[in-house]
């Protein structure tokens, strides 16, 4: 916001209550209430603001309280952003951000915790990014600001409240990350684990686990969606033979398919077993704590994938 | 032959005009034995715009010529409840108020998790209106709807138990604080996104009209309240509904509980006219402003309002102003809110208010009340020993609800349907 005064941010709660998880702390009193906007609860009113604002050449950051809201705004994301660069043929493009916290919560029931990763991944015109550490949310969250399309980037709510190292090179005014390009954050040999947001400090956790037993696994962190880093993921499975995915959301046309897909047509003969695929459950998520466990992916379960993919030779039916 | 810019130039419409129709009628819009009082002494947010200065029109208000009315109850001798019905409010708004102080010092135990919006100091809305309601009438809240499920009936032991995430809540565990329903109390859910209970409760009033004019049931004569807050109007759901409601005469009331703050964000600086009740004559609906702090008040404008929707009248809008006497959850800090602010909406308090209009009438007495904050309290202790003894949810339960047909899970790879295998019965499938 320093660098460039076309940039503001606009959404619920973010100026006087310094953002409902506290993220744009400081921002109104740095940028004044003329670049840090508080707006009423009318999501597909601002965030087609946003992108009328965007299309006349002002750069909008704009924050859902959670992504889940953006729902009632999913009109002018998908219609009046991500389509318009192309229906214009390229006369009007639409710098904007679309950001908050996204993914499953704790203890909030169905409406309130849900990944919107493949939603929005499945769009042509929107770059999809999603950070897991505080070099990404920085390197990314730059990078989606001065990137000329509409960008859809996921935060994590339960990782607001996770701290990490932060390198001196990360810190640096200049510092900024590529759109599109993942990272791995453990190299291994055995297995590939592909994943993104807080599930990058499950698949983490998870190769810890299985490196006392033996199992080296890389750890891929996808950091964007879309475009997907589909040369990473496949030169890592050229060299583990073996791929567990691993996301919050639901199973069915997610992220985890579409990387499934890509190894299936450009590493088909390289894979020595089944790939696995770890995704919440195909349900709503239930409110009681006992469930809702069940409801999302745990550490076992990646480290239990990817013994499966690394052991089995034959592929068993369904997977009980 | 050319075109003159002139020949096609529309002719301009004079703003701030109407244009008159052969078949316009004057609307009236006053609930015929309300009368505006203009010497009342509850100014409410009209104070606080005085106050904040810069979206002055307090006058519109009060103003006669509206066609709002701005209702004020006129003081008369008769007495406005009798001695049964002020006890069942008096009890009914206990129950509220202890049952969530009851819910955050749950909370704070560990009992109940995620977000937890309680209602201290709305009890007078919810009372006022809900108990006036048949069993069949419908109900659609907010995440602010614990309250609202227990004015409806629903027992405090399920809704607690929902609360606690137990098999034996009245969703079983799988809605939470923010999501309850009773079908059994025509309790039609809390909806958890500013505005999506609105179309919801709307739909539930067309199913009435719709039961009446094209299924010949004559005797369907159901009223929904949709109840939401002050920040939901300015959100495009309101209006379309206010739109449709109006339109097709459904039998609904739409009820603003304006507590003046959504979240951290004053009404004041979210809404160009913070006045709601004058959007309902907008819409061509009556709208009314009451003192949402005042169960007797809400109650006298509920009871016309929903008459009116029974009597196929069609919608009203009623702006009750109102307070909260907790942040927007357990877990909101409520740094914004002027102390000063909420001493006097404390002071304002609606038990304390019935309470002294029942004594000043002689309705009650102290042991009476007392009596009744007895029984509150035991009926919550048992609810939560209830709760707190009842099972969890079953890992079968995960699977279960998804489809009202669990068919919908489709067919494995054995070639029958999913559901039918015992793994998937027994919540161990991998679905």
Not at chain 2, 160 to 172: I, V
């Amino acid at each position: 916001m320093s660098a460039d005064p076309k940039v503001f941010l606009m959404g619920e709660e973010v100026g006087e209550y310094q953002g409902a998880y506290k993220i744009s702390k400081g921002l109104l009193e740095k940028y004044g209430p003329e670049r840090v906007l508080d707006t009423p609860i009318t999501e597909a009113g601002f965030a087609g603001i946003g992108v009328g604002a965007a299309y006349y050449g002002l750069r909008p950051v704009v924050e859902f309280m959670t992504f889940n809201f953006s729902m009632q705004a999913i009109d002018h994301i998908i219609n009046s952003a991500a389509k318009s660069n192309y229906m214009s043929a390229g006369q009007i493009s639409v710098p904007i951000v679309f950001r908050g916290p996204n993914g499953a919560a704790a203890g909030v029931g169905a409406q309130h915790s849900q990944c919107y990763a493949s939603w929005y991944g499945a769009c042509p015109g929107l770059k999809v990014l999603t950070p897991y550490s505080s070099e990404d949310a920085r390197g990314l969250l730059k990078a989606a600001i001065r990137d000329p399309d509409p960008v859809v980037f996921l935060e994590n709510e339960l990782l607001y409240g996770e701290s990490f190292p932060v390198t001196a090179e990360a810190l640096d005014s200049s510092f900024c990350l590529p759109i599109g390009k993942a990272k791995i954050e453990r190299e291994g040999k055995d297995v590939t684990i592909t994943a993104y947001s807080k599930m990058v400090g499950y698949a983490l956790k998870a190769a810890e686990t299985l490196a006392k037993e033996g199992i080296s696994a890389e750890v891929i962190n996808l950091r964007s969606i879309r475009p997907l880093d589909r040369s990473t993921i496949n030169n890592s499975v050229r060299k583990t033979n073996r791929l567990v995915t691993v996301e919050e959301g639901f199973p069915q046309h997610g992220v985890g398919a579409e990387i499934c897909t890509s190894v299936i047509e450009e590493s088909f003969g390289y894979l020595d077993a089944p790939v696995e695929r770890i995704a919440g459950a195909d349900v709503p998520m239930p409110y009681a704590a006992n469930l809702e466990r069940m409801a999302v992916p745990q550490v076992e379960d990646i480290v239990r994938a990817a013994k499966r993919a690394c052991y089995r030779s034959v592929p068993l039916a369904a997977a009980a | 032959m050319s075109f003159t810019a002139t020949k096609f130039a529309p002719s301009p419409l004079p703003l701030n005009s109407t244009i008159p129709r052969s078949n316009d009628k004057p609307l009236s819009f006053s609930f015929d034995h309300f009368k505006p009082h203009p010497s009342s002494s509850f100014l409410g947010s009209t104070r606080t715009l005085l106050r904040f200065g810069a979206l002055a029109r307090p006058h519109a208000r009060t103003r006669s010529s509206s066609p709002v009315s701005a209702v004020l109850l006129q003081q008369t001798s008769n007495l406005l409840v009798t001695k049964e019905e002020g006890l069942e409010l008096y009890e009914d708004m206990i129950l509220g108020r202890f049952f969530e102080d009851k819910c955050a010092e749950m909370y704070y135990r560990g009992k109940m998790f995620g977000f937890v919006h309680l209602y201290n100091g709305q009890e007078a809305v919810s009372t006022g209106f809900i108990k006036l309601l048949k069993k069949e009438d419908s109900v659609v809240s907010t995440y602010r709807d614990h309250v609202h499920a227990l004015s409806k009936g629903v027992p405090s032991r399920q809704v607690m138990s929902e609360l606690f995430g137990k098999a034996t809540g009245c969703c079983r565990g799988q809605g939470g604080s923010m999501h309850m329903f009773s079908k059994e109390h025509n309790l039609l859910g809390g909806f958890a996104f500013i505005g999506e209970g609105i179309p919801v409760a709307t739909g539930a009033a067309f199913t009435n009209k719709y039961k009446r004019e094209v299924l010949n049931q004559a005797d369907a004569d159901h009223v929904t309240l949709a109840f939401f807050g002050d920040g939901t109007c300015n959100n495009g759901q309101f209006f379309e509904c206010l739109n449709m409601a109006a339109l097709w005469k459904l039998p609904i009331v739409f009820v603003v509980e304006n507590n003046l703050w959504a979240i951290g964000m004053s009404h004041l600086r979210a809404t160009s006219d913070p006045q709601i009740y004058k959007k309902g004559p907008a819409f061509g609906m009556p709208g009314v402003h009451v003192d949402g702090m005042d169960v007797l008040k809400v109650r006298e404008v509920a009871k016309e309002a929903i008459q009116r929707a029974r009597r196929g009248e069609g919608p009203t809008l009623v702006e009750c102003e109102t307070y909260r006497f907790r942040g927007h959850s357990l877990a909101d800090p409520d740094e914004l809110r002027d102390p000063a602010e909420k001493e006097h909406y404390a002071g304002r308090d609606p038990i304390a208010a019935l309470k002294k209009y029942l004594f000043e009438n002689n309705l009650a007495n102290e042991q009476e009340l007392k009596a009744i904050e007895k029984k509150i309290d035991e009926v919550l202790e048992d609810a939560v020993e209830f709760a707190d003894n009842s099972p969890l949810p079953p890992r079968s339960q995960l699977l279960e609800n998804v489809f009202a047909d669990p068919k919908g899970f489709g067919i494995g790879p054995d070639g029958s349907y999913r559901c039918e295998d015992p793994k998937f019965t027994q919540g161990t499938a991998h679905v």
